[in-house]
């Protein structure tokens, strides 16, 4: 029989397969002699055990179509990035850092801004006119009220997709909202800190319908950009595409005279704060190769 890894927990795999039915598994001696590293989101082959018990064997994977590095998943077909509007207030560094993760990985983005109703119309139009032309699909929220979650749930339709975002933004409850099968521990805002309490310890693939699969993960405050050399950077700001007649080349967009993207930002046709944000992420890689 043939499933999709949906949780692995202390060496053991719970496989979701065609009959609806999730198989608690362990995999053949095979994979570590090979040192072959099973993922959430493989495609596997099992043998049954114990179809009472629902236990099984891991024989094989199917080779993958994606992976990502992370979270570490196999065969994601897009992220969903998850921020709220207020409490907690969106870090856009944050935001456009995760853009950058999924965008250097080759991964459609989903973005979607929640809460929405603790922000007036002024703020939505604000964060929307900041992500306009990023290159994602955007979408406003409020889980609390289920607004949004129809359109929402059409985006992820016959997709496997991975939820990223920090931790209190409500990702989890968007999960919950988009099914029914399993409800997902939500938590509270730390008020000491100003951020949500980690309610999701591991990742976990859940099945929304057929051939729609949401994968939930950790959230989480700061990482690295995945980015080795600051000179990619500009290639994922899809703001910058259309302004390519820099007087140097290869120009940096950041202080070089005679630069189009700046001209662009200057005229209002590249929105200011992304191209702050990106200037500060240049900056960063730049430093962070020095050493």
Same mark, same amino acid.
């Given at each position: 029989?043939?499933?999709? &890894?949906?949780?692995? &927990?202390?060496? @053991?795999?719970?496989?979701?397969?065609?009959?609806?039915?999730?198989?608690?598994?362990?995999?053949?001696?095979? /994979?570590?002699?090979?040192?072959?590293?099973?993922?959430?989101?493989?495609?596997?082959?099992?043998?049954?055990?114990?179809?009472?018990?629902?236990?099984?064997?891991?024989?094989?994977?199917?080779?993958?179509?994606?992976?990502? &590095?992370?979270?570490?998943?196999?065969?994601?077909?897009? #992220?969903?990035?998850? /921020?709220?509007?207020?409490?907690?207030?969106?870090?856009?560094?944050?935001?456009?850092?995760?853009?950058?993760? /999924?965008? #250097?990985?080759?991964?459609?983005?989903?973005?979607?801004?929640?809460?929405?109703?603790?922000?007036?119309?002024?703020?939505?139009?604000?964060?929307?006119?900041?992500?306009?032309?990023?290159?994602?699909?955007?979408?406003?929220?409020?889980?609390?009220?289920?607004?949004?979650?129809?359109?929402?749930?059409?985006?992820?339709?016959?997709?496997?997709?991975?939820?990223?975002?920090?931790?209190?933004?409500?990702?989890?409850?968007?999960?919950?909202?988009?099914?029914?099968?399993?409800?997902?521990?939500?938590?509270?805002?730390?008020? $000491?800190?100003?951020?949500?309490?980690?309610?999701?310890?591991?990742?976990?693939?859940?099945?929304?319908?057929?051939?729609? @699969?949401?994968?939930?993960?950790?959230? /989480?405050?700061?990482?690295?950009?995945?980015?080795?050399?600051?000179?990619?950077?500009?290639?994922?700001?899809?703001?910058?595409?259309?302004?390519?007649?820099?007087? @140097?080349?290869?120009?940096?967009?950041?202080?070089?005279?005679?630069?189009?993207? $700046?001209?662009?930002?200057?005229?209002?046709?590249?929105?200011?704060?992304?191209?702050?944000?990106?200037?500060?992420?240049?900056?960063?890689?730049?430093?962070?190769?020095?050493?």
């Amino acid at each position: 029989m043939q499933g999709r &890894i949906i949780k692995g &927990i202390a060496g @053991f795999y719970y496989v979701y397969c065609d009959d609806g039915r999730t198989y608690e598994c362990r995999a053949r001696g095979i /994979f570590r002699k090979d040192g072959r590293k099973i993922l959430v989101g493989d495609i596997v082959d099992i043998g049954i055990l114990d179809d009472k018990e629902m236990t099984g064997s891991i024989s094989s994977l199917v080779p993958r179509t994606s992976e990502l &590095i992370r979270p570490e998943a196999a065969n994601v077909d897009q #992220a969903l990035i998850v /921020f709220s509007l207020a409490d907690p207030r969106p870090d856009l560094i944050l935001l456009d850092k995760l853009l950058l993760q /999924f965008f #250097a990985q080759d991964l459609p983005v989903v973005l979607c801004f929640n809460k929405d109703d603790l922000v007036t119309d002024d703020d939505v139009n604000r964060v929307l006119s900041i992500y306009k032309d990023c290159g994602c699909r955007t979408f406003i929220t409020c889980a609390s009220q289920g607004k949004g979650i129809d359109e929402l749930k059409e985006a992820l339709k016959g997709r496997l997709s991975c939820v990223a975002g920090p931790s209190g933004v409500g990702k989890s409850s968007l999960v919950n909202c988009l099914q029914d099968s399993v409800k997902v521990q939500t938590g509270a805002i730390s008020k $000491k800190i100003a951020r949500g309490k980690h309610t999701t310890r591991h990742s976990e693939i859940i099945p929304i319908s057929s051939g729609t @699969f949401i994968m939930d993960t950790p959230g /989480f405050y700061s990482f690295d950009v995945l980015l080795k050399d600051e000179g990619e950077l500009a290639s994922y700001y899809n703001e910058f595409t259309p302004y390519e007649g820099c007087k @140097f080349k290869p120009c940096s967009h950041t202080h070089e005279p005679g630069c189009a993207v $700046k001209q662009a930002v200057e005229e209002g046709l590249i929105n200011n704060e992304r191209y702050e944000n990106y200037v500060q992420i240049y900056n960063e890689i730049k430093s962070s190769r020095r050493y």
